[in-house]
C-alpha cells in the first residue's frame, strides 16, 4: 500500500491533490476537498474546545457505539525547555514563482518570531538534505542570515525523497544535547523521488517517536500531500498549517509554527482505557499537546461516566494524567466513525491525519464530499441503466455514510429496473470521484482507475472504466493544449517564466493515470515549446536591453529639458527682478545728498553677472550689465553736477557773508594775560615734574632721586661686588644682587669690571658698569636690584605723562606753542626716568 497522493497510486485513506489557483497550469483534481483541507487551522467545529476531554458517539443500527476521544493535557506541566529546531526547506522543482516567495515568507516569519533561546538548523530538501547553516545557530544571528541568503541563491530543481530527508534530519538531531527537539517542514511533501512504502513509513515513525523528535509543517505548492503530513504531525504531536490564496497566511502560518514550537510535547508512554472501549492504536497513543487536542478513535460498550489515565513523558520527566469524562449522546454528525475505524483498524491508526477535532471535522467533510461524488456516479449509473454499478455504488456510500437518503433512493429505484448493463457515458462522470478502500471488502471499488483483481466481469462496468481513462486522458490534453497556447502567447514577452510553468505541466502529466505513449506524446510536445522558449530567451533579453536602453535615452532627454526649463525659468526669474531694481533706481529721491546708485550695482553683480553664467554665448545679460552701469553713471554725473552747482553758490553766499568787518570791541577773540600762563606753567611743573615716581614708594622715589646724582667710576679689575659696594656706601643707596639672575647670565659677583668715567649720573654710570655684563637695574621692593635684563621686563614700572594740553583749545600761537614744549619736556623727562628703569 503507497502513501503519496500522486495522481496514479492508491491512498490508505484518501486521494486529493489541493493545488492553489495561483498558478496557470494548477487543476484541482477535488477542489472541494482541497478547500476544507486548506481551512484546517480555522475550521469552526460544534465542540467545547476548553474542555480537557471530550467524547463524540455515533451508535450504528446493529448496536455497536463507536467514539472519538479528543483530550488534552491536564494538570501540572514542566515549562518548556530550550529546544533544537531544523527547519526543511523544499527546493523541488515545484517549488517556484509564487509559491517560492511565499514559502520564504513563511521562512522570515518563523525566524523572526522565534525565541532566542532557541536554536536553528536550515537544511534545503529535495533529492537529498544539504545544510545551509553549520550546526545550530540563533534565528536572529549573522550565521543564520547567511544561512538565508545561501538559500535563496539555490535554483529549485529535481523531485523531493521524503525518506531519505527525513532520515537525515533524524541522523543530525541524534547529535543535538536538548531534551526538546523539533523539525519544521515547508513544501508541499510530495515524494516523486521516492514513493514511499508503508513499512517504510512505519519504520520512519518509530524512529521519530523513540528520538522525541516532533514535526510540524506549512504546506505549500501547486500540489500537496496533505495527508502525509497530517499523519506526521499527529504521530509526532505536531501542527500542520496549509497555503491558502491570501497573501498573508505564509506569513501567518510562519508565526504559528514558531509559537509551537514553544509548546510542549507530552509523549505517551502509557494509556488506561476504560474496560469494553478499545482503541484503533494498537501501540501508543500519539503525543498531546497544550494547543490542540488529539483524537483517538474506536469502539466502546457503555455510556456511563469513563475515566481514562496516561502516563506522558515530556522533557525526561514523567507526568501522571487522568480525565473523568461523560460520552456524549449519539450523533449523525459522527456516522462516518464506523468507516474511519473500520480504515485504521487494518493499519493500527498509522495513517490518520486527525490532528485535533479540527482534523477530526476535516475528515468528517472529506469522507462526505466523497460520498456525494460517489451518489452522483450512482446516478448517471441509474440513468444509464447500469443497475449492477448504481447498487454497488450505493452500497458503498451507505458503508460510509449510514442512512444516507440519497443512497437509500438509489438502492430502491435501482431493484424496480433491470439490469441493461448499458456503458455509462464518460462526459457525465465526474472524473474527479474518488473511493475509501476498505481492505476487508471482497470486491472493493477502483481508486483513480487503478483496476481490481476480483472486480465484477460486467460489461457495464468495464466499458465505465475505460471510459474513466479515456476522459482523464482527453482531459488532460485539453489541458496541455491550453497550457501551450498560453505558453506561446507569452513566449515573447517572459520565456523564462513559461519554461518554469511548463516544468510544472510536465510534472502533472508525469504523475496522470494516462498510457504511457500519451504521455510520452504530451510531454514530447511540452519539451519542444520548452525549447523553443530557451531559444527566444535571447532574444528576448536583446529586446529588453535594447527597449532598457530607450528609455533610458528618452530618460536623459527628458531631464535634459526639464533642466532647460528649470534654467529658462531662473533666467526669466532674473531678469524680471532686474527690471525692479532699474525701476526703483530710477524713482530714487534726487533730494538726498548721497550717491543712490547701489541698486544699480546690485542689478549688476547679483543679476547681470549670474545671468552670463546660465547664458554664456547670450548678449543679453552682457547687455543688462553695461545698462546698469552707464545708467548709474549717467544719473550719477546728473546728480554730482546739480549738486556741485548748488554747493558752490551756498559757499559763494558764505564767503560773502565772510567779507563782513566787524568792529574791536566785537572781535570774537579773547587772548588771556601773560601771568595766567605763568602760573599754569608752575602748577604744572609741581604737578608733572616727575612723572617716573608716579606709583613709587617713598624710598624708592628717594633712590631715584639719588640716581640722578654724580660721581666717579673709576675702577680696574675690581670684583663686581666690591664696585657696587663702594656705590651703594659712598651714595647711599642700598644695592641688592639678584645671584640667581647673575648665575643664569653666566656672572657671578667676583666677576672683574673696568671702567673709567668721572663726573658722570650715577644712572648713566651703572647702565654702563651692567651693561657690558648683561646685566641692568630695577628700583624694586626699595633697593636697587641688580638682575638681568629678561627677569627686569617683568619688574617695569609704570609712568603717568600729562595730556590735558592735547584735548585744550588752542587760544593763540604762542600760547599753544609754549603748552606744546612744556608738554614735551615732561615726556622726555618721563623718557629719562623710563630710560633709569
Known sequence: ??????????????????????????????????????????????????????????????????????????????????????????????????????ALGCLDAFLSNMDARHRVKLVAVDLDAVSMSEGFVTAGSDAMKGAVAKLNERAPLGSTDMATSLQSVVADMKASDRKARHVVYIGDGISRANILQMEEFNAILDTLVEERISISSFAIGPQRDVQLLGVLANKTGGIIRVDRDDQATSRVSGAELADGISMPVLWTVDAKLPEGMTSVFKQQVPPLRPDRETVVIGTMNARDAQQISISAEVQGEVVEMQWDVKPADSNQDYSFLPHLVSIADNNGGAVLPTVGIAGLEETRLAIQQEANQLIKAGTVALQQGDVTGAKKVAGKVLEQDPGN???????????????????VAASQIQNQTVALQDPTDEAPLVIQGQPADDLEDSDGFLNRI?????????????????????????????????????????????????ST???????????????????????VEYQQREQEEIEANAQRLKNLADEFDQRQEKIKGLFEKFNVLMEEARLEDDRKRVDEGMKYVTADDEIAMPAKVLLPF?????????????????????????????NFADVMYEVEEALIPFPAGDSPLKYPEAEFWHRISVERKKRYGNVATQGMSKTEQEISEKLNGRDDFVFFDTPLQEVLNQI????????????????????????????????????????????????????KDDVLKITTKELAENEMITLIYPVSDLVMPIMGGGGALGGGMGMGGGGMGGGGGMGGG
Open 517 to 539: 505513449d500519451s504521455r510520452q506524446e504530451l510531454r514530447q510536445q511540452i519539451e519542444d515549446t520548452i525549447r523553443e522558449a530557451n531559444a527566444r530567451q535571447a532574444d
Open 405 to 423: 437518503p440519497e443512497a437509500e433512493a438509489i438502492l430502491s429505484a435501482a431493484g424496480n429496473r433491470p439490469d441493461v448493463s448499458t456503458a
Open 618 to 646: 547670450d548678449g543679453t545679460p552682457v547687455s543688462a550689465s553695461w545698462h546698469s552701469r552707464f545708467q548709474r553713471h549717467i544719473r550719477g554725473l546728473a546728480k554730482f553736477r546739480d549738486l556741485r552747482h548748488k
Open 466 to 514: 475505460q471510459n474513466e481513462r479515456s476522459v482523464v486522458e482527453g482531459k488532460l490534453r485539453q489541458e496541455v493544449k491550453i497550457g501551450l497556447e498560453q505558453a506561446r502567447s507569452q513566449i515573447g514577452v517572459d520565456p523564462e517564466g513559461v519554461v518554469q510553468r511548463l516544468k510544472q505541466l510536465i510534472a502533472h502529466v508525469d504523475t496522470s493515470d494516462v
Open 1 to 102: 500500500m503507497l502513501l503519496n497522493s500522486t495522481a496514479n497510486q492508491p491512498l490508505s485513506l484518501w486521494s486529493f491533490e489541493a493545488m492553489s489557483n495561483r498558478s496557470i497550469f494548477a487543476k484541482v483534481l477535488h477542489s472541494t476537498l482541497a478547500c476544507m483541507i486548506a481551512l484546517m487551522s480555522t475550521i469552526s467545529v460544534q465542540a467545547n474546545e476548553n474542555a480537557a476531554a471530550q467524547i463524540f458517539t455515533y451508535d450504528k443500527a446493529t448496536g455497536e457505539t463507536f467514539y472519538a476521544l479528543a483530550i488534552r493535557p491536564n494538570g501540572a506541566i514542566p515549562a518548556p525547555a530550550d529546544s533544537d529546531v531544523i527547519v526543511m526547506f523544499d527546493t523541488s522543482a515545484s517549488q517556484t514563482g509564487i509559491y517560492r516567495k511565499d
Open 728 to 779: 651703594s656706601n659712598k651714595n647711599g643707596i642700598p644695592i641688592y644682587i639678584v645671584e640667581d639672575a647673575m648665575l643664569e647670565a653666566g656672572v657671578d659677583s667676583a666677576t672683574p669690571v673696568s671702567i673709567d668715567l668721572k663726573q658722570m649720573t650715577i644712572k648713566t654710570g651703572l647702565r654702563l658698569l651692567l651693561e657690558n655684563l648683561g646685566l641692568t637695574y630695577v628700583i
